[in-house]
């Protein structure tokens, strides 16, 4: 029922889902009037919001948020209705489809998918990748910063625009031995490279996968293979760059050679190094900002992305280390 102050703005729906919109029994409806304050309806092709003036005008770039997610058929949950009122409620705004820049979306033509960026520290992430040709992503778990690096190394791979993609973590032991794994070097790092393969299989056929590891077009490997090389022609990617020491991340980044971009990604809360202090990202971060053509990119906990309970764990552990 609508009260004598209130408002109601309505927004075609027109080319989008209406069960991926409104979701099962009309949770994403409920839970993004709970989120802003508001009451939703969806009626043919028409979504109407009805509410506060101050209430509504939240709610509607949310809601057209989510109705441009529905047209291109991705799955919403009450998860992704929160996220975006988050974002919203921090001063962000959702990348909608019609805005320019080249990091709108990402296809993925063999997988018949699309990758976009959830939240606006995820929009100038992915954005700053195709501006400059070295990226450091730091942020929290959760974030999508391997996740969003590895999607657009594979958008430049099928667009031609490099000739490989270059996969590198260090191998440190964060408190487990190396030593007592079974198997020959390779098995013994491959559990350090698996996030690496599981974030390419999700972005190609694993066949596809497959069949570029063979003939080298793609290489996932540990920091140290790096030595020596030149790589060029190459989108290379160094995760996990806060287990780095000093020396190798120099090494790491003398590697470019002509044609060539990398993405570093790291979260300085997780530095399993001996010494925290002894952390090459740490010095880049001291060292790089102003470089023409070198990116820094923070994401926070409002970027996280995976299981709601992620950025309330990230919360506790911040607020405990503050004391």
């Given amino acids: 029922m609508t009260g004598p102050n209130d408002v109601v703005h309505r927004i075609s729906t027109e080319?989008?889902?209406?069960?991926?919109?409104?979701?099962?029994?009309?949770?994403?409806?409920?839970?993004?009037?709970?989120?802003?304050?508001?009451?939703?309806?969806?009626?043919?092709?028409?979504?109407?919001?009805?509410?506060?003036?101050?209430?509504?005008?939240?709610?509607?770039?949310?809601?057209?948020?989510?109705?441009?997610?529905?047209?291109?058929?991705?799955?919403?949950?009450?998860?992704?209705?929160?996220?975006?009122?988050?974002?919203?409620?921090?001063?962000?705004?959702?990348?909608?489809?019609?805005?320019?820049?080249?990091?709108?979306?990402?296809?993925?033509?063999?997988?018949?998918?699309?990758?976009?960026?959830?939240?606006?520290?995820?929009?100038?992430?992915?954005?700053?990748?195709?501006?400059?040709?070295?990226?450091?992503?730091?942020?929290?778990?959760?974030?999508?910063?391997?996740?969003?690096?590895?999607?657009?190394?594979?958008?430049?791979?099928?667009?031609?625009?490099?000739?490989?993609?270059?996969?590198?973590?260090?191998?440190?032991?964060a408190g487990e031995r190396l030593g007592f794994l079974p198997g020959d070097l390779q098995a013994k790092v491959d559990p350090y490279l698996r996030p690496l393969y599981d974030a390419l299989e999700d972005m190609m056929p694993h066949d596809k996968v497959q069949r570029a590891l063979e003939q080298r077009v793609i290489e996932i490997a540990p920091l140290a293979y790096m030595r020596g090389r030149t790589l060029a022609d190459a989108f290379v990617i160094l995760d996990e760059a806060q287990n780095t020491t000093g020396m190798q991340m120099k090494m790491f980044l003398t590697r470019l050679g002509v044609n060539s971009r990398a993405v570093v990604t790291a979260d300085k809360t997780q530095i399993d190094l001996p010494s925290r202090e002894d952390s090459g990202i740490l010095q880049v971060e001291r060292i790089l900002p102003g470089i023409d053509g070198v990116g820094f990119c923070y994401l926070e906990e409002g970027d996280v992305v995976r299981h709601r309970l992620v950025k309330d764990i990230i919360r506790a552990y911040q607020e405990d280390a503050a004391g």
């Avoid at 009451?39 to 109705?67: K, N």
């Avoid at 409620?89 to 805005?99: H, K, S, T």
């Avoid at 778990?141 to 590895?150: E, I, P, R, S």
Wanted: hydrophobic share 45%.
């Fill in 15 to 173: 080319g989008a889902d209406p069960l991926a919109l409104s979701g099962v029994n009309d949770a994403n409806l409920s839970e993004l009037g709970r989120a802003v304050g508001v009451r939703v309806a969806l009626r043919g092709d028409q979504l109407s919001l009805a509410g506060p003036l101050e209430a509504v005008e939240r709610a509607v770039p949310v809601a057209q948020a989510l109705i441009e997610l529905a047209r291109m058929g991705e799955l919403l949950g009450a998860e992704e209705v929160r996220r975006l009122a988050d974002d919203a409620g921090r001063g962000g705004g959702r990348l909608e489809a019609g805005a320019p820049g080249e990091a709108a979306k990402i296809f993925l033509p063999g997988l018949r998918r699309v990758v976009q960026p959830k939240t606006t520290g995820q929009r100038a992430y992915l954005q700053a990748m195709y501006d400059s040709e070295i990226v450091v992503g730091i942020g929290p778990a959760g974030t999508g910063k391997t996740y969003l690096a590895v999607a657009v190394a594979v958008d430049m791979l099928q667009k031609k625009r490099v000739k490989r993609i270059i996969l590198a973590r260090p191998a440190v032991e």
